[in-house]
């Protein structure tokens, strides 16, 4: 947002240099990112008078000029201008004047050139006739500023341009405005901030506000069939205007801000529009079909041909301004060509309205296309201010277009703004600010900036008051008591609060973070077993989120439909991940393209769901935390002692078996299931479904076939069970080695060969009793004297207890064993 420093100090009468300007404003929060300076201050530029002009003997296209300075004898100036002609007053910049003209490499740069005496052609030349671009009044470059036949001879042309109001010189200050500050997007919204910190007056223009009803609303009629879209529109006519250029000082001011003078009512809708943050629109009232606006909302895609001369295709829901047979604007965002001002113009209908800001935001963006008006309206607009401007847009163009204003206006108003209050107490401002700014020092502020304190009776009134404070409506950012508060300390200055002398810190020791514990061990533990932290897009495209929600993987026990995302940047990141797989998938791939023979990856990561559980945060949407192991390719290298081998889905078993072991999640089970992937079992933990462990090749989901045929190994876990149940088991104990020996069984069972081991194992755990401190697998025998569908699995026992154990102690547990292995599974003593 760009601020003309001298149109600034139109409203306000700070008395500050451009230094301490922007020091002020960025300390109250209105961030100045650069100041550049305009103009100069054309000391030795004085009003001349062009007295005889003759062709340059040795240029075709140059002038010689003989030019009265008012004193001593007139000198001779070479002008290129195709305009200049005796008997002119023009600009003259005098022998030794500093200008600040467009640089001939890069116009767009402008270069401080001091005037000498020079030959041009071989003719002397004393000076220099200008054009308005070369002072710095305009960007125009259309011949030499002729200036009015009563312009005094002799004269300053600086002193000359004060007295109509015209500055040689300003400051453009770009200020980074954020979005919850739409009232600063102005120069009285800026100027009523630096009012309230300098102390001073708010100087507003005077306004007369015209009366609902009257003539104009006989010339035009307001029908708004949207109005949850638009709460207001104002309409007012001016008639017998004369199109025609704006005067100096409205081209200056306009120019300042970056934007590009084109005629008087243009130039005084976009004047209004940075002077008050109200966004106007200037209707032909000719073209306006009927006398008759309508504000409706599109049903269906439809063109529509904007004032630059573009089709646009605009999408349903667009809101847009209708006369009584056509659509004529897209609201908030751009006129039609339909209905624009030309210079036959003579009947001008001024809109001004307040528009729903996230609506005008969803049709600049789905077009493509930010204006100045858009830019305001989509941030939000003061709901009161639409008359005051369509008010001050009449005033102007009645006195700088000659035109005349038709009594009334019409105010179409279906949804009047509610005035806002909320409580502020001194006692709390205070607390936060820590500072004892006197109560009427914060009515003060407050009523500077448009609020309107009110004390209420309460206990410590005089010393520690309470406000019902009325909040402005141009300030939606403001709605609790600690946006007020947050005010008053603005306001006050941050520079003014001073440094605690101390600081009150608890005495508590914090509480560990357990579960940020547990996350750094398992990062820990997977890196020291060779395994690559990854960190992966959360966003896929529709078509392959769906491919990966699936009732096997965490995600997928809780719904089967996908996030998606309203408005998708593109068509790869449309829906958010139901699983980090396809991201360890795509990593996989790439590094084996890049010629990586083994490949060991974790990622720790938030995946989606679109389905109501008691995991939900956001009504209707589940999002749990997960964790990730694959692996692909060489796992062990070959040596002397060994062969070398590719990675098995036991590799990745057994490394999800020591997570949950160093998480004291002792008796995890894998059950075989089915599924899209290739040898796939479910994680179980005392009943809870913890992940699942399975094998698949890239190509089966990635669609581009991987250049090595090896398969990817992976598991995919739900962190926020595990965690959950780990942190439930809370911090470990510690206990002294046994004194005691333990003692060592081995039983061999004979199985069917579909009974999974995994579950046998279990089994033998439970039955085991106390006394079984460990079991585990040392062999598996088929063949020999067994039957073709049976096999032999040996287990090694390690019994134990705070005592001597005894041989019927260890007999009994065994005997209770196989008991419950040959209930269960059908498994016998091998003899």
């Not at 009012?195 to 005077?206: F, G, H, K, V």
């Not at 006692?427 to 004390?455: F, H, K, M, N, Q």
Request: hydrophobic share 40%.
């Amino acid at each position: 947002m760009i601020i003309s420093a001298n149109w600034l100090s139109a409203y306000v009468d700070h008395g500050l240099d451009i230094d301490a300007l922007e020091n002020l404003l960025t300390m109250c929060g209105l961030e100045v990112d650069g100041v550049e300076k305009l103009g100069s201050d054309l000391e030795g530029v004085v009003i001349g008078e062009v007295e005889e002009t003759t062709a340059h003997p040795n240029a075709d296209r140059l002038t010689l000029c003989s030019v009265s300075l008012g004193a001593g004898e007139p000198v001779q100036i070479v002008c290129g201008a195709s305009n200049v002609a005796a008997g002119q007053r023009v600009p003259v910049a005098t022998v030794g004047t500093t200008l600040l003209l467009p640089d001939r490499k890069n116009p767009d740069q402008k270069t401080a050139v001091t005037l000498k005496k020079v030959k041009l052609r071989g003719e002397v030349s004393e000076g220099m006739i200008c054009a308005e671009d070369e002072l710095g009044l305009s960007d125009s470059h259309d011949g030499i500023m002729v200036l009015p036949v009563d312009a005094p001879v002799g004269a300053s042309f600086a002193q000359w341009l004060a007295l109509r109001g015209v500055s040689a010189s300003d400051y453009a200050i770009d200020v980074a405005i954020t979005p919850n500050r739409p009232d600063a997007i102005s120069h009285i919204g800026v100027a009523r901030d630096v009012a309230a910190l300098e102390a001073s007056a708010l100087n507003m223009p005077d306004v007369t506000l015209a009366e609902t009803g009257g003539r104009a609303a006989e010339l035009i009629s307001v029908e708004i069939e949207a109005p949850e879209l638009c709460h207001r529109y104002v309409g007012m006519v001016v008639t017998g205007v004369r199109i025609g250029e704006s005067p100096a000082w409205l081209r200056q001011r306009l120019t300042a801000v970056g934007l590009r003078p084109r005629n008087n009512v243009v130039d005084i809708t976009n004047f209004v529009m940075h002077e008050c943050g109200q966004p106007l629109h200037a209707f032909d009232l000719a073209a306006v079909e009927g006398r008759r606006i309508r504000v409706r909302a599109t049903r269906a895609e439809q063109p529509f041909v904007t004032l630059d001369d573009k089709e646009r295709m605009l999408p349903a829901g667009t809101l847009m301004i209708c006369d009584g047979a056509r659509d004529v604007a897209i609201a908030g965002v751009m006129g039609g060509q339909n209905s624009e001002v030309t210079a036959d113009t003579t009947d001008v209908l001024i809109e001004s309205a307040w528009f729903e800001p996230s609506s005008i935001r969803r049709t600049a963006k789905a077009l493509g296309l930010q204006t100045d008006a858009s830019y305001r309206f989509e941030r939000g607009v003061d709901p009161t201010g639409q008359a005051w401007a369509a008010a001050r847009a009449a005033q102007l163009l009645c006195e700088l277009a000659g035109g005349t204003l038709v009594d009334g206006m019409v105010d179409a108003h279906p949804r009047p703004y509610e005035a806002r209050s909320v409580r502020v107490r001194w006692a709390r401002a205070r607390a936060v600010i820590g500072v004892d700014i006197p109560a009427s020092r914060i009515e003060t502020l407050l009523d500077a900036i448009g609020c309107t304190p009110t004390r209420v009776d309460g206990d410590g009134a005089a010393e520690a008051p309470v406000w019902d404070v009325t909040l402005p409506p141009f300030r939606p950012d403001m709605e609790r008591e600690i946006d007020v508060i947050e005010e008053i300390a603005r306001l006050h200055g941050y520079d003014n609060i001073p440094e605690p002398e101390r600081s009150y810190i608890p005495n508590f020791t914090p509480e560990p973070d357990l579960g940020r514990t547990l996350k750094a061990r398992v990062r820990a533990q997977l890196a020291a077993r060779g395994f690559r932290e990854i960190y992966t897009n959360s966003m896929l495209p529709v078509e392959r989120a769906h491919s990966f929600l699936n009732p096997v993987l965490p995600a997928g026990q809780f719904g089967e439909r996908i996030v998606e995302t309203l408005n998708p940047i593109t068509t790869e990141m449309a829906a958010l991940r139901p699983s980090l797989l396809p991201g360890a998938l795509d990593a996989v791939q790439f590094n084996q393209n890049h010629g990586q023979r083994g490949v060991r990856l974790f990622e720790l990561g938030r995946v989606h769901v679109r389905a109501q559980s008691e995991r939900s945060v956001i009504d209707g949407f589940t999002e749990i935390e997960t964790l990730l192991l694959a692996a692909s390719g060489a796992w062990e290298e070959g040596g002397w002692t060994n062969n070398a081998r590719d990675v098995d889905v036991f590799d990745i078993k057994g490394h999800v078996e020591a997570l949950f072991s160093s998480l004291r999640l002792d008796g995890v089970r894998f059950v075989p299931v089915s599924g899209p992937f290739e040898l796939l079992t479910r994680v179980e933990w005392q009943g809870t479904c913890m992940g699942t462990v399975g094998r698949l090749r890239p190509e089966q989901f990635s669609g581009t076939p991987s250049p090595s045929d090896t398969p990817v190994c992976f598991a995919e876990l739900d962190w926020d069970a595990m965690s959950d149940a780990a942190c439930s088991r809370g911090t470990t104990r510690y206990e002294r080695i046994s004194r005691y020996p333990r003692v060592d069984r081995d039983l061999a069972l004979v199985i069917e060969r579909h009974v999974p081991v995994g579950a046998l194992l279990a089994d033998i755990l439970e039955a085991g009793g106390d006394l079984l401190r460990d079991a585990s697998v040392f062999d598996v025998f088929e063949g020999g004297q067994l039957a073709e569908n049976e096999r032999s699995v040996a287990f090694s026992l390690t019994f134990g207890a705070r005592r001597t154990l005894r041989d019927n102690d260890v007999d009994t547990a065994v005997a209770r064993i196989l008991e419950a292995v040959a209930t269960i599974h059908g498994a016998q003593l091998r003899t």
